[in-house]
């Protein structure tokens, strides 16, 4: 078993090449977070031609649903729905991720190997407690708020060339935030949905879960009715994003379709 800390792929089954890229990197806190709060995103950047990567910073072993076997298969499942170019995981303790400089440097390596356009990761603005901020969700977005600093300098001797991404979204924003961008997902939400109920021991038990799927089209349609489409992911960019024509912009914009 590989150290704790130290990236180790889980899908595809083959490795990867020396000089592979990803354009789009999502830290997951636990195994099926990012398909939660990115995965419709995922699969539309996928089919426009980006590359795009999944990194699981624990396997989700605290969960009180799944093995861990099962939990790993379910990963491979979720992935191969949204068409990733790659997985990998940093085996980090579950329910004991904290905002530490040895973690810190985990994910700033993996960003220096992966060396992506775009970092997301959960918003670390989130209130603690059972049905709001989890843990490892605040501490896993603290982390890659360091590490995409971290991951630029020279001189803290990262295994691959320093790389400075050029965004840092985060996903999973509390009520209280406004999204800094919405992001229409119509064509690609059933992938989506596919890509959650893959993790089975969590959410695809209908007996034990039956309101699980309502539940996420809740969500994508209260966002979806914001930008007039039926359903969305929603953003927050901590620093200003440029838009070359606002006039193009608007025109882009959809009538709702309900």
């Known amino acids: 078993m590989t150290q704790p800390g130290v990236l180790r792929q889980t899908y595809p089954h083959q490795p990867l090449p020396d000089d592979f890229t990803a354009n789009v990197l999502v830290f ?5 977070d990012a398909e ?46 949204l068409k990733l170019d790659f997985r990998g995981t ?18 700033a390596r993996v960003i220096c190997r992966l060396r992506p356009d775009i970092v997301f990761a959960p918003y ?12 490892d969700h605040i501490k896993a977005g603290l982390l890659a708020s360091h590490a995409f600093n971290y991951a630029h300098l020279e ?31 119509d064509d690609y939400y059933d992938r989506w949905i596919d890509s959650v109920m893959a993790h089975s021991s969590q959410f ?5 879960n039956p ?8 969500i994508a349609r209260q966002f979806g009715r914001l930008v007039k489409c039926r359903y969305a992911q929603a953003f927050l960019s901590e620093t200003p994003l440029s838009i070359a024509d606002p006039l193009k912009l608007v025109r882009g914009w959809r009538q709702p379709n309900t």
Not at 155 to 180: E, I
Not at 204 to 208: A, L, M
């Open 204 to 208: 695809g038990n209908q007996e034990k």
């Open 28 to 32: 997951s806190p636990h195994p099926d």
């Open 90 to 107: 940093l085996g980090l303790p579950d329910c004991g991720l904290d905002d530490t400089a040895e973690y810190r440097l985990a994910l």
């Open 211 to 218: 309101q699980m799927r309502a539940f996420f089209e809740g």
């Open 155 to 185: 001189k803290l001797s990262l295994g691959h060339p320093p790389h400075q991404a050029q965004a840092l979204f985060y996903y999973f924003l509390p009520p209280t935030v406004t999204p800094t961008f919405i992001v229409p997902v």
């Open 124 to 135: 670390y603005g989130q209130a603690p407690g059972r049905g709001r901020g989890h843990n």
């Open 36 to 81: 939660i709060g990115t995965g419709g995103v995922l699969a539309k950047m996928k089919d426009a031609g980006a590359t795009t990567a999944i990194v699981d910073l624990t396997e989700g072993e605290m969960s009180s649903g799944g093995t861990l076997g099962e939990r790993r298969e379910e990963c491979k499942r979720a992935a191969a729905v």
